[in-house]
C-alpha cells in the first residue's frame, strides 16, 4: 500500500558526504513520521534521525552535528544529507514511512536499504 524508493548510497572517503534519497508512493492518505534507520554487520537496526509530521526532526547522538533529515515540499520525499562521514557510518541505510493509508488503515513501511560504505 505505501511503496519506498530508496537511492544515493555508495562509497566516500572519510570525510566525504552523501545524501540519501527516499520516495513513498501509493494509496496514501497521509505520512506522520519519516526515519532513516542503519544496519551494520552484526549489529541490531538503530534509528538514525525523524521527522515528525508536526515536530522537530531528532537524531541519534552519533550523528549529530553532522547529519541533517528533511523532506520536500509535499512531504513524500525524505532525504538524509550525511557529512563528515565517519568508517563507523558505514552500514545498510533503510528509510521507514509510518502513514495512514486511504483507506484509514496505519501502515509501517521499510525501504529496500541501500549501502553506505566509508572508506579509512
Known amino acids: 500500500q505505501v511503496h519506498l524508493v530508496e537511492s544515493g548510497g555508495g562509497s566516500v572517503q572519510s570525510g566525504g558526504s552523501l545524501r540519501l534519497s527516499c520516495a513513498a508512493s501509493?494509496?496514501?492518505?497521509?505520512?506522520?513520521?519519516m526515519s532513516w534507520y542503519r544496519q551494520a554487520p552484526g549489529n541490531e537496526r538503530e534509528l538514525v534521525a525523524t521527522?515528525?509530521?508536526?515536530?522537530?526532526?531528532n537524531y541519534a547522538d552519533s550523528v549529530k552535528g553532522r547529519f541533517t533529515i528533511s523532506t520536500d515540499s509535499a512531504r513524500n520525499t525524505v532525504f538524509l544529507q550525511m557529512n563528515s562521514l565517519k568508517p563507523e557510518d558505514t552500514a545498510v541505510y533503510y528509510c521507514?514511512?509510518?502513514?495512514?493509508?486511504?483507506?484509514?488503515?496505519?501502515?509501517?513501511?521499510w525501504g529496500q536499504g541501500t549501502q553506505v560504505t566509508v572508506l579509512p
Open positions: 501509493g494509496s496514501i492518505r497521509v505520512i506522520n513520521t
Open positions: 521527522i515528525p509530521r508536526s515536530s522537530s526532526p
Open positions: 521507514n514511512v509510518q502513514a495512514l493509508t486511504m483507506a484509514f488503515l496505519p501502515v509501517n513501511s
